[in-house]
């Protein structure tokens, strides 16, 4: 599966936007056990999948994660979960 997904830890009261060719959960596992060294992620340890967007190509999650990153809002980031025709908006946008 490939897809765009975002996750968020209570701890930091944060949010992180990443893109995924292998199974969510062992991901947000890679995040919480710092796998990928001293990155973002490795600020906390209670990172919990908080949405996520299923997309046909790689190139398409990219583009989808690019265009989230560029919002610069976490109030957009909460309005995908809240407002799931935005996602599909975003789908149609980039295929």
């Known amino acids: 599966?490939?897809?765009?997904?975002?996750?968020?830890s209570k701890q930091i009261d944060k949010?992180?936007?990443g893109v995924t060719q292998e199974d969510i959960d062992s991901r947000i596992?890679?995040?919480n056990t710092e796998a990928y060294g001293k990155k973002y992620t490795s600020q906390a340890?209670?990172?919990?999948?908080?949405?996520?967007?299923?997309?046909?190509?790689?190139?398409?999650?990219?583009?989808?994660e690019r265009h989230i990153k560029r919002m610069k809002s976490k109030k957009y980031v909460e309005d995908l979960k809240k407002y799931p025709e935005m996602s599909v908006r975003l789908l149609a946008k980039y295929s």
């Open 29 to 31: 596992l890679k995040h």
């Open 45 to 64: 340890n209670d990172w919990v999948m908080f949405h996520y967007i299923v997309c046909e190509t790689y190139s398409q999650a990219i583009n989808i």
């Open 1 to 8: 599966m490939i897809a765009c997904y975002i996750i968020h």
């Open 15 to 17: 949010y992180y936007i």
